[in-house]
């Protein structure tokens, strides 16, 4: 195992002018993945390997000396299938599912049973009808946990190192990696460092959040994935009986999150 040098962006506080100039290192690392990797068929997880000469998945890709893929799963997410996942509705539709199986199935959730049947019906009957499930279906290279933490920063804090945590990457919607900032990241990163992030992925040519990303596209992603957190709080799964009134209370703002998604979905956002 390799270890990387620098320390987490989480751990420094750093300056106005110094975030930007990280904000924009960052941004041309992100620019540099979507340009050195396709858009690939079908969503998922990204498998990396050695080039090995046998069983080699016919559809990887050779890059810097090894072989990269699309999962036909979503490990990463919990998500298995038995066929590539090729269309944004099929995207969203096995997402949600895996989050609603584990509210059937996990005891720590049978408080919010209750949610089982509006779900359902949300995936059955408006689900298919959302833009986004509709759109053109290309999946981009997302690394989908670009947090400070996961950003490593030279000792004189002035360039990024390096950045890890892939658990969670692979290739997805190209609004997935800002919904996630929006969303299961939120206020992790200062305004100074995300508005220069962004203003150098726009000059990039990448389209990012209010230009070149439809708004009803981001009402509607950031809207399903508060959707998919809630359905079964991933954070709720592992607790002790001792929690027992934390999980009570997070099962109710759960319930409130869900059925508000619900409801903004169902009205066209």
Request: glycine letters at 6%.
């Amino acid at each position: 195992m390799t270890r990387l040098p620098g320390v987490p962006l989480s751990t420094l506080d750093l300056d106005t002018d110094k975030l930007k100039v990280v904000g924009e290192q960052l941004a041309d690392i992100v620019y540099r993945w979507r340009e050195s990797l396709p858009t690939w068929a079908s969503a998922g997880n990204l498998e990396c390997g050695i080039p090995h000469g046998k069983d080699q998945d016919p559809n990887s890709l050779e890059v810097a000396g090894l072989h990269i893929a699309s999962s036909l799963n979503m490990p990463g997410f919990g998500v298995k299938v038995d066929e590539p996942i090729i269309s944004q509705l099929q995207y969203y539709r096995v997402r949600l599912e895996t989050r609603l199986q584990k509210l059937q199935e996990l005891d720590i959730f049978a408080g919010n049973r209750h949610l089982v049947v509006p779900i359902s019906e949300f995936i059955a009957n408006q689900l298919p009808h959302l833009a986004i499930c509709n759109g053109i279906s290309h999946f981009l290279f997302t690394h989908y946990d670009l947090s400070p933490r996961n950003v490593l920063i030279s000792v004189a804090h002035t360039k990024i190192t390096g950045i890890i945590d892939f658990e969670f990457s692979g290739f997805f919607h190209e609004i997935d990696e800002f919904v996630n900032d929006s969303v299961a990241n939120e206020g992790d990163w200062p305004d100074a460092f995300y508005e220069a992030y962004l203003r150098r992925l726009e000059a990039c040519g990448m389209n990012i959040p209010g230009k070149g990303i439809k708004e009803q596209y981001w009402r509607e992603a950031t809207s399903l994935s508060r959707l998919e957190d809630n359905i079964a709080p991933w954070w709720l799964e592992n607790l002790t009986p001792e929690d027992k009134n934390q999980c009570s209370e997070d099962l109710r703002k759960s319930t409130e999150m869900v059925l508000e998604a619900i409801q903004l979905l169902g009205t066209g956002v």
